[in-house]
């Protein structure tokens, strides 16, 4: 969707590590986070649609996926990208409308959590709340089998090497079993690679996968699994979902995390990709949500 605003670069500082960002229009702030393996220009679409509808539509660039935000102390967990993001709506001084895309997702529920008074509304897209995914949804037999990727980058040096191997060609394999039968648009998956061929960022990439499966993440309480969402939610799933189950997702969104409301939809012939798939459709949901919350 073309927009008359201009895209803007802008960057949010963190302690010692700098995040850039892609911005455009005016209006109530909406902040977008992508996932894995991608980048902020997985939000090209939704941009311009915002814009046009009245938004100031921010794409931030995750911790780890440029130079200026890898971590010296190697910490990919996912408290630590939430801390991040609280800093970066500290950083706008004002609540926003926040929208996650897979490991964006993962992070938005937990900084709805942490700090529900930073949020307006919150969309999730492709991944269910965080941690019934891991508590109960890797107990699912088939969504156990797609999600073998996550134990795979469990394993240092082999993994590593293997997702860097014929110019990232597992990335390319990704890309194409987690949303069948659709094919980016030229250049979209060639960004990507160029993102992950930054010195540290594949590393660091594969390290909140670690992170996720380590012992103390592994761990946790029923109580700390099943943390609280309380910001109206928006959750979105692909119909074709290759790596996150739809049924999986859909299950795991329980009304009880969600005391300000949830709502959960499916995205018809879509994927794990599906803001990029399916724009207008996902654009429309979208924007008649933040509608909803404006106040």
């Keep these: 969707m073309a927009s008359h605003f201009e895209l803007e670069r802008l960057s949010f500082r963190h302690g010692p590590l700098m995040f850039s960002a892609q911005a455009m229009g005016e209006g109530p702030t909406v902040l977008c986070l992508h996932g894995f393996p991608d980048n902020a220009s997985t939000f090209r679409h939704q941009l311009p649609a915002l814009a046009n509808a009245g938004y100031r539509a921010i794409s931030v660039t995750l911790r780890g996926y440029e130079p200026s935000s890898l971590a010296a102390d190697r910490d990919y967990s996912l408290e630590a990208v939430t801390s991040d993001i609280v800093a970066i709506i500290d950083a706008l001084g004002h609540p926003v409308h926040l929208i996650g895309h897979d490991w964006g997702a993962a992070a938005a529920y937990r900084v709805s ?13 492709a991944v269910p709340h965080a941690g019934r995914f891991v508590r109960d949804g890797l107990r699912t037999g088939k969504q156990l089998r797609m999600s073998w990727y996550m134990g795979f980058f469990n394993l240092p040096w082999i993994s590593d090497w293997l ?3 014929h110019h990232f060609a597992f990335i390319r394999r990704l890309w194409a079993a987690w949303s069948p039968g ?14 992950f061929s930054q010195n540290g960022v594949k590393s660091a990439a594969l390290r909140y996968y670690r992170a996720a499966l380590s012992l103390k993440a592994l761990t946790t309480s029923q109580q700390e699994a099943y943390y609280c969402v309380p910001t109206p939610t928006l959750a979105l799933s692909g119909e074709r979902d290759g790596c996150i189950d739809s049924a999986v ?8 995390d969600f005391p300000k409301g949830v709502l959960f939809h499916r995205v018809a012939g879509a994927g794990h990709f599906l803001h990029q798939e399916r724009p207008d459709s996902v654009n429309a949901l979208i924007i008649d949500w933040l509608a909803r919350h404006n106040e």
């Design 249 to 256: 997702f859909e299950r795991l969104t329980v009304a009880e």
């Design 182 to 195: 659709w094919q980016p648009e030229p250049g979209v998956l060639e960004e990507v690679i160029q993102t």
């Design 113 to 125: 959590a942490q700090a529900p008074d930073k949020l307006r509304s919150l969309t999730t897209l």
């Design 163 to 165: 997702v860097e191997r």
